[in-house]
């Protein structure tokens, strides 16, 4: 059964530095999402991506955050400069033509 | 504000019983609703789907929707331990465009032996 796949699985970052976090989507889907869950908290959505452009993004979003699809297959997030409150599990979702796919997710911590 | 409410429990239920799940969301133009089951320390794993008023079954899951009242649930029949999770709410408000979803803060369920 096709999945969605990311990488890495654990991410230890210093406060500022840059991080990409990679995402295959399930190879017939056309949207694309990024999920955050802080420990404990509700999974929020950050970003949609579609047809090569960002759809919808939520307040969490700013400038220090993009997203691309530089090849046609994975699906990245880039955080800039990363501040202590961007540790969580970053979550990438994909969808065909109804219900979202969630990948295993990236655990982000920043030091 | 979009909101999703779910109790988060947790909810405690033995072997065999049946386990309900319940959350109500505050757009009411909103049009097709999840529910994903969450291991701890994993990613959302759909479990149901639901666009339309009425019931949906998929096995031991069922799937109940009132739009009128707002209000999702999802029943668990022959309850069994690994359906021991948190169940997450999501809902997908009424957006032109990709589809967000919304998530409620879950409810932890424990299956009792």
């Known amino acids: 059964e096709p999945e969605v796949t990311q990488t890495p699985s654990h991410q230890v970052t210093q406060m500022g530095q840059e991080v990409i976090l990679r995402c295959v989507p399930i190879s017939n889907h056309l949207y694309f999402y990024w999920y955050r869950q802080i420990l404990g908290q509700k999974v929020e959505f950050l970003v949609s991506?579609?047809?090569?452009?960002?759809?919808?993004k939520s307040e969490i979003f700013d400038d220090q955050f993009s997203v691309e699809r530089p090849d046609g297959s994975n699906f990245t997030l880039k955080i800039r400069s990363t501040k202590l409150e961007d540790s969580a599990m970053y979550f990438c979702a994909t969808r065909g033509w109804g219900e979202q796919y969630f990948g295993p997710g990236t655990r982000l911590t920043v030091t | 504000q979009k909101e999703v409410e779910q109790n988060s429990g947790p909810l405690s239920v033995p072997e065999g019983a049946i386990a309900s799940l319940n959350c109500t969301y505050s757009?009411?133009?909103?049009?097709?609703f999840f529910w994903y089951r969450q291991y701890s320390g994993k990613s959302p794993e759909l479990i149901m789907f639901?666009?339309?008023?009425g019931d949906k079954e998929d096995g031991r899951f069922t799937a109940q929707l009132n739009k009128a009242s707002q209000y999702v649930s999802l029943l668990i029949r022959d309850s069994q331990p690994s359906d021991s999770a948190t169940y997450l709410c999501a809902v997908n408000p009424l957006t032109q465009g990709a589809q967000k979803l919304v998530f409620g803060q879950g409810t932890r369920l424990t299956i009792n032996p």
């Open positions: 991506f579609y047809n090569n452009e960002i759809s919808e």
């Open positions: 757009d009411r133009g909103s049009q097709s």
């Open positions: 639901i666009y339309s008023n």
